[in-house]
């Protein structure tokens, strides 16, 4: 007789887990009756806090936990500190059916832990016990898993895979409402293949089985899933609606679940997006003032000032959603999530014109990449670094020394963007490493039309339509600015010639001037003043052309 098995003959009748315990905990998750669990878990802390391997049953009570962890109970913590009372040595004496459930919550401490790999270990372990008498349930929650896994790396073939098979299986183990949990992932990993109404078909039967359950976790997942179908396809209000819904729906369960950080996060990328299309807006205002065309000065005025102030709003709106954000993934040393807080933010700063803050934001969410060798969010900070760095140098905001260094840590960023993004299958990932390698070959410094059109045909393969969101319009104006680079220097190159066409001198001169002035505007530290006295024109003509540009916000300044 083992060691264990002595100590587990010597405890009276009491140490023994009842099956039907173990019974209930597996039937209330694979029914999705959520606050029933957790009602009893919490009432039951003090089995929890006594539990033993010497216990029967409390290795498959551990993997319930571990289950019900997952769904919204207590900290992943409490499963890594109940997995301390089961040493390495004991492991040998425990049956089949206790080192699975072992193995399981091994498995989910590194999933949240984000080691990946090491979480995917576990589970495939699991799995390769699928033929023994091993309960099937475990193996559906472990191919499940297994696709959060992959589907977290940008694996998204073989998540897609894991994912069906635990459908399957969940579905002929009698649990539809676990089948359905396992549906709204499948839908994401649809979407990602560029099926979008594929997906969001998936969706709506996976909410309507779901919508008597109280899952608020998964049904939270379902409007945050609706509302980047929506942000995808560049419709900003309708995901606002979708992702206050998920908000609503995780805060009844738990105000502090990792879910919950998320949808924020995603919350402030949408009302980030909307303040651009309404800064958009007011430029175009005002670029019509200044020609002219606005009709009475004073009641173009207004509207102005009103989405203006509904223009900040939207922004400190986004940041207070980003600081709750990294409250809540600080509790868990979320690095994806933190990650991306710091990525939105800086994209804020940039937006902002703070381009040394936006820097700093970028090259912390580097950082917490590299330290998970997360190659998708170290692909999203090499992007906005790239991002940042071309600012700088087509902004001209450093003396003419430090240009040169700043084009070229651009590209670097660029290229490695698009390299790290290569070690996954995100498409939509690689594409936008790829436009941004596009803005920087196009700059004056590396002046590469041929490269940065190349980059931009790459781009274009890798999306699908799906609508026009904000990097379909970065793609745009990709192409816009080849297409103008090309024009003009072709005009200039027919002008040498003597090539005029129908154009009079008046409008060759005013075309030429469409070219020097804005580029004179940015050498001379975007002052109006310097232009005029530069070129010996008057400040009005300046203003002109660099509203006619899209340049000024109607003041003279820069955005």
Avoid at 167 to 187: D, N, T
Avoid at 390 to 412: C, M, P, T, V
């Amino acid at each position: 007789m083992s060691s264990l098995e002595e100590e587990r003959a010597s405890k009276p009748p009491r140490a023994i887990i009842p099956n039907a315990i173990l019974a209930r905990l597996r039937n209330d998750i694979g029914s999705r009756r959520i606050g029933s669990g957790i009602e009893w878990l919490e009432a039951h802390r003090r089995l929890l806090g006594s539990l033993r391997p010497a216990q029967v049953g409390a290795a498959a009570l551990l993997g319930y936990v571990a289950q019900w962890v997952d769904v919204g109970f207590d900290h992943p913590n409490l499963v890594k500190e109940l997995l301390s009372r089961f040493p390495q040595n004991i492991r040998p004496e425990l049956s089949l059916s206790e080192y699975v459930h072992i193995r399981m919550a091994e498995g989910m401490v590194a999933m949240f832990e984000e080691d990946y790999e090491r979480a995917i270990r576990h589970f495939a372990t699991v799995l390769s016990f699928e033929n023994e008498a091993v309960d099937k349930e475990i193996i559906a929650i472990g191919s499940f898993w297994t696709g959060r896994c992959q589907r977290r790396m940008g694996r998204y073939d073989s998540a897609r895979t894991h994912t069906i098979k635990a459908k399957e299986i969940a579905q002929q183990l009698g649990f539809p409402k676990m089948a359905a949990v396992m549906r709204v992932l499948e839908s994401w990993l649809v979407f990602q293949d560029g099926k979008p109404q594929e997906a969001r078909q998936i969706l709506k039967e996976a909410e309507a089985v779901l919508s008597e359950t109280d899952d608020y976790m998964t049904r939270g997942n379902i409007q945050s899933a609706y509302g980047r179908i929506a942000r995808r396809q560049g419709r900003y209000d309708q995901a606002l609606q979708h992702f206050a819904h998920s908000i609503d729906e995780y805060k009844k369960r738990n105000g502090r679940h990792r879910n919950l950080a998320r949808a924020l996060t995603n919350l402030a990328l949408v009302k980030r997006l909307i303040a651009l299309r309404l800064r958009r807006k007011i430029d175009r205002e005002v670029a019509r003032r200044w020609k002219g065309e606005g009709g009475n000065s004073g009641q173009a005025t207004l509207p102005k000032r009103q989405d203006r102030v509904h223009f900040e709003k939207l922004r400190q709106e986004a940041d207070a959603h980003l600081t709750e954000a990294e409250r809540i993934y600080a509790l868990y040393d979320d690095h994806r999530g933190l990650g991306t807080v710091h990525i939105h933010r800086g994209l804020l700063c940039l937006d902002g014109g703070d381009l040394a803050r936006a820097g700093s934001e970028a090259a912390a969410a580097f950082r917490l990449g590299e330290d998970r060798k997360d190659y998708i969010l170290e692909a999203r900070a090499r992007t906005l670094q790239a991002t940042v760095e071309n600012a700088k140098f087509e902004e001209q905001i450093e003396d003419k020394s430090g240009l040169s260094h700043r084009a070229q840590l651009a590209h670097d960023f660029a290229r490695d963007a698009v390299e790290c993004a290569k070690h996954t299958q995100n498409r939509r990932l690689l594409g936008r490493a790829y436009i941004m390698l596009g803005f920087v070959l196009a700059n004056e410094y590396f002046n590469d039309p041929s490269g940065a059109s190349e980059c931009c045909d790459k781009a274009a393969i890798l999306f699908k339509p799906e609508g026009h969101d904000y990097v379909w319009e970065d793609l745009q104006l990709l192409r816009k600015k080849l297409l103008k680079a090309g024009r003009i220097e072709s005009s200039l190159r027919q002008w040498s010639h003597g090539v005029i066409g129908d154009k009079t001198f008046q409008q060759i001169t005013e075309e030429f001037a469409g070219i020097v002035i804005p580029k004179v505007w940015k050498r001379e530290g975007r002052k109006v003043s310097r232009v005029a006295a530069r070129l010996s024109i008057s400040p009005k003509k300046v203003r002109r052309i660099l509203a006619h540009a899209g340049l000024l916000d109607g003041k003279g300044d820069k955005h």
